[in-house]
């Protein structure tokens, strides 16, 4: 629709500049927020600010706009230097003009000093700057508190937190004192201060922050279904955090409770809430609750979130896990291989992720007494060592001990020793490795009588 409004828009008027740049505004942010297409948006975004640049360069409070817009794209990007580099454009424009008495109130001023008398002028000038102070602090405060908010998100996401917390700060002071009724805002740069304050290791006033934070959600934005969740897990999250296991609980039943009440199609992170409730369950020692938690997590992220294999891994790790800990080694098994197969169908060359599982899967087979599977595990993860990490990293060293003892347990001794010597001249480069040496002396030493 605002592409064929801009066509219809050139092909009628190509002079009016300002509906141009409205225009285009419009589309970049339609791009962003609606069609996620940021090199779309940053090319609308950007003739804007080339039309005003070039016919408006006084429109400086419009320019910090356009430029707050590209901010927000290159954050989406995660192009974190380009963004604060235009969020800090931005708060420079606002902060000269609404620093100074700009030419369009110099220019009223003196057309009424042609038409009134001199007490009068003077009346109305103070009545003018009082009022143009007052809306253009107002207006400027708004804008330059989206401006750090911006910033703030933007050091949030580089692990700068003490940079993320002054900002949200001075966003929030700007805010309450310009518009404190933009709810969203304010509850933004709450939530922003509580996460910094978390990664301080604050917890408490972490807390404390984001329990302000939800009860404006609760208050002013009851609709706000999705942040009431975000910030329930927030809270959830900070108490599992100080071993507070059971308010941790409560937090994060509440937000699943919220979720299952309202709409299932609901795009907030449940799976992440799903997952917090079954590891305090499983850290007081419950091993079926978990279970149920984590295959909800799991069949989510398969449904809802197909892309993000990470957090698929990370949902059937879990069940594996507790089908291990459980000695439910073919289940274990199961969901041991589904993360496998997802990774190395998602792996980066030159990363490595898979020996992880590979080692878990030869761990279990070793369990099970089956030796030969175990073995092909071992192989495999050494292969995947040797093309990754340096010939005497302590991890090399370790698949090398586990071919050796699989090699000893099948009864193929000069196997089982030349593994063991390969790892002890490994082990002997780690100076953190001392028990692991010691102990393949011994098994060098039995397997050499």
């Known amino acids: 629709?605002?592409?064929?409004?801009?066509?219809?828009?050139?092909?009628?008027?190509?002079?009016?500049?300002?509906?141009?740049?409205?225009?285009?505004?419009?589309?970049?942010n339609t791009q962003l927020d609606v069609k996620n297409d940021c090199d779309k948006a940053l090319y609308y975004h950007q003739q804007a600010l080339t039309i005003l640049e070039t016919y408006y360069p006084s429109y400086l409070v419009r320019i910090a706009e356009i430029l707050n817009d590209m901010g927000r794209v290159f954050f989406r990007q995660q192009r974190f230097d380009e963004a604060l580099d235009f969020y800090h454009r931005s708060i420079n424009l606002l902060k000269e003009y609404y620093s100074c008495n700009n030419d369009e109130t110099i220019s009223f001023l003196r057309n009424y000093d042609n038409i009134l008398k001199h007490d009068e002028f003077i009346k109305h000038h103070e009545q003018v700057l009082i009022s143009r102070k007052e809306n253009g602090t107002t207006r400027g405060n708004t804008s330059i508190g989206s401006n750090y908010n911006g910033i703030s998100h933007v050091h949030r996401r580089q692990n700068q937190f003490d940079e993320a917390f002054d900002f949200a700060q001075q966003s929030l002071t700007f805010t309450e004192k310009s518009n404190p009724t933009n709810y969203r805002r304010i509850t933004d740069n709450l939530s922003n201060i509580s996460e910094a304050l978390m990664h301080q290791?604050?917890?408490?006033?972490?807390?404390?922050?984001?329990?302000?934070?939800?009860?404006?959600?609760?208050?002013?934005?009851?609709?706000k279904i999705i942040k009431i969740i975000e910030s329930l897990n927030q809270m959830g999250n900070l108490r599992r955090k100080q071993g507070k296991n059971n308010e941790a609980?409560?937090?994060?039943?509440?937000?699943?409770?919220?979720?299952?009440?309202?709409?299932?199609?609901?795009?907030?992170?449940?799976?992440?809430?799903?997952?917090?409730?079954?590891?305090?369950?499983?850290?007081?020692?419950?091993?079926?609750?978990?279970l149920n938690y984590f295959n909800r997590a799991a069949n989510m992220r398969k449904e809802f979130y197909s892309t993000n294999c990470s957090q698929i891994i990370l949902s059937l790790n879990w069940i594996a896990f507790i089908h291990y800990q459980t000695q439910s080694y073919d289940q274990a098994i199961e969901f041991y291989e589904q993360c496998l197969r997802i990774d190395e169908a998602?792996?980066?060359?030159?990363?490595?992720?898979?020996?992880?599982?590979?080692?878990k899967l030869s761990s279990i087979k070793r369990a099970q007494l089956q030796y030969e599977s175990s073995l092909a595990y071992e192989l495999n993860c050494l292969l995947m060592r040797e093309k990754v990490l340096p010939p005497n990293h302590q991890d090399i060293g370790e698949s090398l001990n586990n071919i050796?003892?699989?090699?000893?347990?099948?009864?193929?001794?000069?196997?089982?020793?030349?593994?063991?010597k390969r790892a002890l001249v490994v082990y002997e480069q780690c100076p953190l490795a001392t028990h692991d040496r010691w102990t393949i002396e011994l098994k060098i030493a039995e397997l050499s009588i």
């Open 1 to 28: 629709m605002y592409d064929q409004g801009l066509l219809m828009f050139r092909k009628l008027n190509l002079s009016n500049h300002i509906l141009a740049v409205a225009l285009l505004a419009n589309i970049g």
């Open 201 to 223: 290791k604050k917890f408490d006033e972490a807390f404390d922050f984001e329990q302000k934070a939800l009860n404006i959600l609760k208050i002013h934005c009851p609709t």
């Open 249 to 290: 609980y409560d937090l994060f039943q509440e937000a699943l409770t919220i979720y299952e009440k309202n709409s299932s199609s609901l795009e907030a992170d449940i799976p992440y809430t799903l997952t917090s409730l079954g590891i305090i369950k499983y850290n007081q020692g419950d091993y079926d609750g978990p």
């Open 346 to 359: 998602n792996s980066i060359p030159g990363q490595l992720t898979i020996d992880k599982f590979l080692m």
């Open 404 to 420: 050796g003892s699989c090699y000893e347990h099948l009864n193929q001794r000069k196997l089982a020793l030349d593994y063991y």
